[in-house]
Every structure is written in C-alpha cells, then in structure tokens.
C-alpha cells in the first residue's frame, strides 16, 4: 500500500512539474501593461488572428467542453491541409445571455490569410481589432461563479476610478484542465483608454 501511495504521489508530481513547464513554453498572446492598479491593470492588445465557435449555452462549464472539443479538433488537424497548429494562451470565452464564444489565438506566424481552413464550418477565422482592456486575475479551477465573481469585482473597481467600460466581461484561460497547481485566470472588459 505505501509503494502504491508513493509511485501515486511520484506520478502526480511528475505530471503536474511537466504541465507547469510545458506551459511556460506555450506562446502567449502579447500584450502591454499601460496602467497598474492595486487590483488590477490596464492593458493594449494588438491585433491577432483567432479561431471562434460561437454557442447558444450560457455557462462556463458548458462552453469549455463543447468549445474547446471544436477548437481543438481544429489546431489538432481538423483542417484543409491537415496541420498541426501549437496551442497557444489564453483561451477566450465571452459568456452571456445571448450568444457565447470560445477562441483560440492563433500563433503569432500566422494570419487569416495562410490559416489553413477549418473542415468544421462552425469554426471562424478573424482578426481581431487593437483593443484596452482591464484585467483582473484569480487562481485556481475557475468556475461561474468566480467568473461571475470576479466580473463584479472588476465592474465595481472601475465605476470607482470613473473607468469607462463597453461590451461584456469574458473570462481568459491559460492552462491546461491537468495542471493543478499556478493556475492563472482572468477577467477582462473593453475600456475606453487612451496613453497621454
């Protein structure tokens, strides 16, 4: 019994200092910090090239299974030529009442024109447009109710530094559903911002 809980507990952390590595290596969407609060910042992101589904589900629990499953199949090699396309972070999801999305970004060498297309018609390749946003992070396994949460928090934070903000809250995830431990989680909303 001890030999099995020590090559269980070897296992697990084998597993989980792999995870932690492999995604420190994963590309990450580029962005730049223009303003910090105690709370939480704003940020500039430039345009990038996604991959969207687009869900008539309203949480996040439904949206990451079925979204991710298309999304993935895609990057995976569910496409015209059959590439292998990296995994990239965050994953983005904008929930809400009336039509939800999950995207993934696409790498940084590629663009919506040598993007091999998509057999899943359901899935969209676009570019998006330069974009502030403010963020705000929280750890662990994020559920709707943090989302939710946290999209309060930040609401709040905002209306309290006369922040104006448009659009929905969306939720961004960078690591994979195996990793346990350093999750990162954020919020983030379009704000009207403008560097002086």
Do not use: C
């Not at 940020?43 to 439904?62: D, G, K, L, N, Q």
């Not at 209306?159 to 559903?177: H, M, V």
């Amino acid at each position: 019994m001890i030999v099995v809980v020590i090559v269980l507990t070897l296992f697990i952390f084998l597993t989980q200092t792999y995870s932690i590595m492999a995604s420190r290596k994963t590309e990450e969407q580029k962005y730049k910090v223009v303003h910090s609060e105690k709370d939480f910042e704003i940020r500039f992101y430039p345009a990038t090239t996604i991959a969207t589904v687009y869900s008539s589900v309203h949480s996040y629990r439904e949206l990451s299974g079925s979204g991710f499953r298309k999304l993935a199949g895609y990057i995976f090699g569910g496409n015209e030529s059959d590439t292998q396309i990296a995994m990239t972070a965050p994953v983005h999801m904008d929930i809400n009442d009336s039509v939800s999305s999950m995207s993934f970004v696409m790498p940084s060498g590629y663009t919506q024109e040598n993007l091999p297309k998509p057999k899943d018609a359901k899935i969209n390749i676009q570019k998006t447009s330069d974009e502030y946003v403010a963020a705000i992070r929280f750890g662990g396994f994020a559920s709707d109710k943090d989302i939710e949460r946290y999209s309060e928090k930040l609401k709040k934070l905002l209306d309290e530094k006369n922040i104006r903000y448009t659009g929905n809250f969306r939720y961004l995830g960078y690591n994979p559903p195996f990793q346990l431990i350093g999750r990162r989680n954020e919020i983030i909303v379009t704000v009207d911002w403008s560097e002086k």
